[in-house]
């Protein structure tokens, strides 16, 4: 996530480079998460047929071989050919997750993927001021230096990690026998004990999605924050997600549970957002923007951990695949969503529609929360 924090501001200007306009940088965000969208289901079966660790080293060496072609890109299709390669490869997301779900318990489950969005927070946060600071001597610079990050994360997972999935624990079947990625990606809604829970994951990301994009865009119309305004500002909410889900998550997680964490991160979200469309002074998005990462930071582990408790240690990768698949949804629609309402409705149109949009995944979990027979021990 480092590496991936150092290139994603800088991409818009490796186009510029090349002529292009922002036509063109938004289909590259486009064909990114198409290519997750695609890649997930597929190497989540992968994982859970052959090991969470080969899927990781290869993907990992894509990411670098990538971040290199980025960097000696001297055309836009080259450009495009070196996102599409790191977008197929992407879902080691997928598998980390899936890795995590091998290696914890039950009751530990939802800290350590706590633990994971900690980790993903601080290469988020601070890849952008890394890679700012690097592209002053070029913009092949940070493309070297994340595709270096990923080789060398390659090298420790070769020597140092071991294999989560045991061999009696893998899936038998061949992975591309009867494959069908549309039938891959619904099987899991059809799955009574899970599908609330994944829907409710969906409108969470798509309510949270469309605002990475669009923040600049309102903060500057609105308040006339200048990109120096708006780095700060991403810095803090990088800082309070590695606290929240680093530090406070794994505090909380034991004493209140999974089911009450989702449920109160959900109210949070949906009144943070709302507050960040109200707010009449702009030091008043940050206790916003607080509320908002509080509550991303408890739903979405604990809305993970329960999800993935619900369904057998061999089909942890396709499971995991298939909510890579909802946050590449979420991800394709949410910033053309938050854009649309923005031009069209009004400039805080997207938070409360977020808004609304989380209230809605408090009642759909709520519903399946409290069904006895999904969950027995209720």
Not at 19 to 30: K, N, T, V, Y
Not at 281 to 299: D, N, Q
Not at 321 to 335: A, D, R, V
Request: glycine share 12%.
């Amino acid at each position: 996530m480092l590496g991936y924090g150092i290139m994603l501001p800088l991409l818009p200007f490796f186009v510029q480079a090349q002529d292009g306009g922002a036509a063109i940088a938004g289909a590259l965000s486009s064909l990114y998460a198409s290519a997750q969208l695609f890649a997930g289901p597929v190497l989540g079966a992968l994982s859970d047929r052959y090991g969470r660790r080969p899927v990781l080293l290869i993907c990992l060496l894509g990411t670098s071989m990538g971040y290199l072609m980025l960097g000696l890109a001297g055309s836009l299709p080259l450009v495009f050919l070196a996102v599409l390669i790191d977008g197929l490869t992407g879902g080691n997301l997928t598998t980390a997750y899936a890795y995590i779900a091998d290696v914890t318990t039950t009751e530990n489950r939802a800290r350590g993927m706590g633990m994971v969005g900690a980790a993903f927070g601080l290469g988020l946060m601070a890849g952008p001021a890394l890679g700012g600071l690097l592209s002053r001597y070029g913009l092949y610079v940070p493309a070297f230096i994340a595709s270096a990050i990923a080789l060398s994360n390659v090298i420790f997972g070769y020597f140092v990690l071991p294999e989560s999935l045991p061999l009696e624990k893998r899936e038998i079947k061949p992975v591309f026998q009867g494959f069908n990625f549309g039938n891959q990606f619904m099987s899991l809604f059809k799955q009574v004990n899970v599908q609330k829970l994944l829907v409710a994951m969906f409108l969470l990301n798509l309510a949270f999605a469309g605002l990475q994009s669009n923040f600049p865009l309102y903060s500057n119309f609105r308040f006339h924050w200048t990109p120096t305004q708006n780095s700060f500002f991403y810095l803090y909410v990088g800082v309070c997600a590695v606290f929240i889900q680093g530090f406070l998550f794994g505090k909380l997680q034991p004493r209140f549970g999974e089911k009450r964490l989702t449920i109160f991160g959900l109210t949070l979200m949906a009144i943070g957002l709302a507050g960040m469309a109200l707010a009449p002074a702009a030091w008043m998005l940050y206790p916003a923007v607080t509320i908002v990462a509080l509550g991303t930071g408890t739903s979405i582990p604990s809305l993970t951990a329960l999800v993935s408790l619900r369904v057998s240690e061999s089909e942890q990768g396709r499971l995991m695949g298939g909510t890579q698949t909802l946050l590449s949804l979420t991800n394709i629609f949410g910033p053309m969503l938050a854009g649309i309402s923005f031009e069209v409705i009004a400039f805080s149109a997207p938070y409360w529609i977020g808004s609304v949009f989380a209230l809605i995944a408090l009642g759909v979990a709520n519903m399946s929360l409290r069904n006895p027979i999904l969950n027995p021990e209720i």
